[in-house]
């Protein structure tokens, strides 16, 4: 699923990250972006409902990584949801295997990962969320 797509309500962006992370399989990492409150912990529990492990969820922000045991087509998977938001450095980054987590055979879901262009050739796909007005997010996905 790739294009650009409007969102009038939280339900309406986890639905367009279900139907987002329906194509995603082992091996496979995304970039998520956007400002503050643009929705991105909504689109995350989207893709955490396709794998099977939505009660799972909390946000890393104060942690950098939560792994989430999953299952896709009846096979048993990791998803991994990193956020980036707190680390200062590449250094500090690289000091924590990053790049090996991103080069695994999971799904991995980046938040700020624009911070660290670096690492911008490891991600398979880049979901952009932006506020388009009241209560409007505009989801952009390549």
Not at 24 to 52: N, S
Not at 66 to 79: D, H, K, P, S, V
Not at 104 to 118: R, T
Request: charged share 25%; net charge negative.
């Amino acid at each position: 699923m790739r294009g650009e797509f409007l969102s009038s309500s939280p339900e309406q962006t986890r639905e367009y990250a279900r139907r987002f992370a329906a194509g995603l399989g082992p091996g496979d990492a995304v970039c998520m972006t956007g400002p503050l409150g643009a929705g991105k912990t909504e689109f995350m529990r989207g893709i955490t409902e396709v794998f099977g492990c939505e009660g799972q969820l909390s946000s890393p922000t104060f942690s950098l990584l939560n792994i989430y045991e999953g299952c896709m087509r009846g096979q048993q998977l990791e998803l991994h949801h990193f956020d980036l938001y707190r680390i200062e450095s590449e250094g500090e980054l690289e000091a924590t295997g990053f790049g090996e987590y991103l080069s695994g055979p999971f799904v991995s879901v980046v938040e700020w990962g624009e911070k660290f262009p670096s690492y911008h050739r490891s991600y398979t796909r880049r979901v952009v969320l932006d506020i388009a007005g009241e209560g409007m997010r505009k989801i952009t996905i390549t």
